[in-house]
């Protein structure tokens, strides 16, 4: 039959990937299982987001890696010193840090995908900046082109060669998206708490219905493609 050649096959294969072995042991048995086990519904419990001490930490980490253990060498998980359920506990802290340490893993990605857009020289097609004559504020700026600033040099040049009004535009927009991001409303209107309050950390809220603007799309996932 084809049984025989197929697990040779699969083994073979299996062989050369030690990461495809992990994922494809559990398949292949399902294989040779009897149809009725497999028909059995199956009720898969949703995650529950949990305040965690530094206990619950040094438990978690020896069951991940009995080998390396619990390894904090500066001591940030034992830093809270305030009563549970105060915003200076260790479980508050600890959400604190999970939630500093995902924000700035995004923060870093995309920072270094800008990185490499610009190191390219990858720029929109138009200006930046250019004179509107409604003003008399705007009536005289010089026209800058995304190409110009593009031609300054590496990406921190670009950054210096940028008028200051722009400056000052995207250090107000980051303000507003960490404003938004710690706002317990928001986290409130999407059935969340803040992270420190026993909140899932990473989470960032949606602006819809949020603002009298409207805003078309979110910041985390704006295609809805983890909805699908």
Not at 150 to 163: C, F, K, R, T
Request: hydrophobic letters at 40%.
């Amino acid at each position: 039959s084809d049984s025989p050649r197929a697990a040779s096959s699969n083994f073979r294969l299996l062989r050369r990937s030690p990461v495809l072995s992990m994922l494809s042991f559990q398949q292949l048995s399902l294989s040779y299982a009897p149809a009725a086990a497999l028909a059995a519904p199956r009720t898969v419990p949703r995650s529950v987001t949990k305040m965690e001490t530094a206990a619950d930490l040094e438990s978690l980490a020896k069951q991940l890696n009995p080998t390396v253990g619990f390894y904090d060498p500066l001591g940030f998980a034992k830093s809270g010193m305030g009563e549970a359920g105060t915003l200076a506990s260790e479980e508050a802290v600890i959400g604190f840090l999970r939630q500093a340490e995902i924000k700035h893993g995004r923060v870093a990605m995309a920072g270094f995908v800008g990185y490499c857009v610009h190191a390219n020289g990858i720029t929109f097609p138009w200006n930046i900046q250019t004179g509107i004559a409604q003003t008399s504020i705007t009536a005289n700026l010089p026209t800058i082109s995304f190409a110009d600033i593009s031609a300054a040099g590496a990406p921190g040049d670009m950054w210096d060669a940028l008028p200051t009004a722009a400056k000052v535009q995207i250090i107000l927009v980051v303000g507003f998206l960490e404003m938004h991001g710690e706002n317990s409303l928001a986290l409130e209107a999407d059935g969340q708490k803040h992270y420190v309050r026993g909140g899932k950390p990473g989470y960032y809220p949606s602006f819809q219905g949020r603002y009298p603007h409207p805003v078309p799309l979110d910041l985390w996932d704006p295609f809805g493609f983890t909805k699908k």
